[in-house]
């Protein structure tokens, strides 16, 4: 008895001391923690053509303006009735704004936000407005929860479908710059992806046991993908059925990686649970851990760079980061 009591204490201390993190650490946080006072989890957000003016967008219809960059942020409430809200997505083109949002919500500004118009929807419309992207004057796209894809060129009056049918129910839809989707099936066991020009979304089957958690574009046009465990993979950008061999940031680990981004071609940032963070300055080949974010007492849900020195993570309970490159050692 008194064997088997040491066997299970030698084994419990080294499954501790392998759970133990070994990923090195940043030398200097980049990164300001934001706190607002909302218990909202952040979805999006965009500038006008204005650096200083955004928007902020997440659920229980919260939406918020800053007018100094991201260093402080203002709350705006908009009158949608007794409609329980949760807005999803915001993009802008100079002034024009959309904002997509759940149970079945499009909005539309043409003065940076001063005013918000509603865009009414066919109730015929398969799922509810997951994501949009101002293309131009009058013109944007919208994906829904479940693949349908449309463009208006005048200002939302009326829309062109892209995509014949939809993808069935969404974990996850990314879109890339040059009009390209993926989307993972809500339960992550397979994928879908879509090009300008084809009339229905082409499925996949994922390439491991592991349980999809995210998809998107790499910066050289190949698919990366977040899977259960802390696994990260890239396709080969000329033949995306080929992947390359899995890379684990942290070994072990026990919180889940939510978003991938890259700042530049060559540096990457991986977000996830417990307010973990990590950043690859060499494509993924090593990481670092920036360690000073562990205290921040949010989920890390999406990561945004506007251009390599404008970043933003975005949190729960009103937590949001901003990338401060004056603050990164050179």
């Not at 829309?159 to 099936?185: F, H, Q």
Request: with cysteine; hydrophobic share 35%; aromatic share 10%.
């Amino acid at each position: 008895m008194r064997n088997l009591k040491q066997i299970v204490i030698l084994l419990a201390i080294s499954l501790f001391c392998f759970s133990c993190s070994n990923v090195p650490s940043t030398s200097i946080n980049p990164w300001k923690p934001i706190s607002l006072e909302t218990e909202a989890t952040f979805a999006d957000l965009a500038f006008t053509d204005d650096v200083q003016h955004g928007w902020l967008v997440g659920t229980k219809a919260s939406l918020f303006e800053t007018t100094d960059g991201g260093d402080s942020w203002q709350e705006r409430k908009l009158d949608l009735g007794e409609e329980k809200a949760s807005f999803t997505g915001v993009s802008f083109n100079e002034q024009e704004g959309w904002i997509t949002g759940k149970p079945g919500i499009l909005l539309h500004t043409e003065d940076g936000g001063q005013t918000w118009s509603r865009i009414p929807l066919s109730e015929k419309l398969p799922g509810a407005p997951y994501g949009v992207v101002a293309l131009g004057p009058q013109t944007a796209e919208m994906v829904t929860d479940l693949g349908a894809i449309y463009k208006t060129t005048n200002s939302g009056k009326t829309w062109k479908a892209l995509v014949e049918g939809a993808v069935g129910v969404a974990r996850t839809i990314t879109r890339s710059p040059d009009g390209k989707y993926v989307a993972v099936s809500a339960r992550g066991n397979f994928y879908s992806t879509w090009e300008p020009g084809q009339s229905e979304w082409t499925p996949h089957n994922r390439n491991s046991s592991r349980r999809l958690q995210k998809m998107g574009y790499s910066e050289e046009g190949g698919l990366w993908l977040l899977a259960r465990g802390g696994q990260i993979q890239f396709s080969d950008p000329d033949d995306l059925e080929e992947w390359q061999e899995a890379i684990y940031p942290e070994f072990a680990t026990s919180w889940g990686l939510l978003d991938l981004a890259y700042r530049t071609s060559e540096e990457l940032w991986v977000a996830g649970g417990s307010g973990n963070l990590l950043v690859s300055r060499d494509k993924g080949v090593s990481w670092l851990k920036d360690r000073e974010l562990e205290k921040v007492p949010s989920n890390l849900y999406r990561i945004v760079f506007l251009s390599p020195d404008r970043g933003f993570v975005l949190g729960q309970n009103g937590i949001l980061l901003k990338y401060e490159p004056s603050t990164q050692a050179a």
